[in-house]
């Protein structure tokens, strides 16, 4: 071969070498991509609950609309005062309209003692959860002041907020992804590999729920989230 045809040779053969080497390591790069595992992690609190709102609910009955709205405002100055006394101030204290039942309306035929049924609600919101939870147990001395609770104030549950998530949002999602590299590290011990960076996340929403039936003030909150990690050799 003489010069002429030796240099082009030598610059096709290097650009071969370069093409197949590029081919190769892009190949590399292609498997290493796919070697990725999937994880959950999960990050889970007990908190109390920061706000109750208690609502009081009573029935007043009587035949004469004069009556009745004189009974539903002493029905509602015993509550306050019972709520006065318990340590609530006037402030968290507020009155629901009544719903009042005109049981003769529509000329129905139904003859009942009263014609006029009023249930009425008193309720508390309050950030002191634990008074709430005290004033609650020994409301039963409504009914010996003369306060008719209805069946409303029984099926109507309290109910008792946590409104300070966002303050422990971060801790609680820096603890779920600390859980989910646990899993994908054990998950990479098993196979031989090692924990790479992070492919891809998935923040899961934040769950609240009470911890049980009889202490609805107590909450559970959960958060799951979901992590790709690179797997390498």
């Known amino acids: 071969m003489d010069n002429k045809n030796l240099i082009p040779a030598l610059l096709l053969g290097v650009s071969l070498a370069i093409a197949g080497i590029s081919i190769g390591v892009g190949f590399y790069k292609g498997r290493a991509a796919d070697r ?8 889970e609190r007990e908190v109390k609950a920061d706000l109750a709102i208690w609502p009081v609910t009573f029935r007043v009955t009587a035949n004469d609309l004069g009556v009745l709205q004189r009974d539903i405002e002493t029905g509602r ?28 309306a529509f000329g129905s035929n139904v003859r009942t003692l009263y014609r006029y049924v009023a249930d009425v609600t008193v309720t508390t919101r309050s950030t002191n959860v634990d008074l709430v939870k005290k004033s609650m147990e020994q409301s039963g001395k409504l009914v010996g002041k003369g306060v008719a609770l ?19 949002k971060p801790a609680m999602i820096e603890e779920a992804t600390k859980d989910a590299r646990k ?10 590999s090692e924990v ?29 989230t979901t992590v790709e990690y690179f797997l390498t050799d």
């Open 36 to 43: 990725y595992v999937t994880v959950k992690g999960l990050a």
């Open 196 to 224: 790479g960076k992070i492919r891809g996340a998935t923040q899961g929403y934040f769950s609240i729920s009470n911890r049980d039936a009889n202490s609805p003030e107590m909450k559970i909150i959960r958060v799951v």
């Open 77 to 104: 100055h015993t509550v306050t005062k019972y709520l006065n006394e318990a340590g609530f101030p006037d402030d968290v204290i507020s009155y629901s309209v009544p719903r009042i039942n005109d049981t003769q």
């Open 150 to 168: 209805s069946a409303d104030n029984w099926q109507t549950p309290t109910e008792f907020i946590f409104t300070a998530l966002n303050s422990i």
């Open 183 to 192: 899993a994908a590290e054990k998950f990479a011990a098993d196979s031989g």
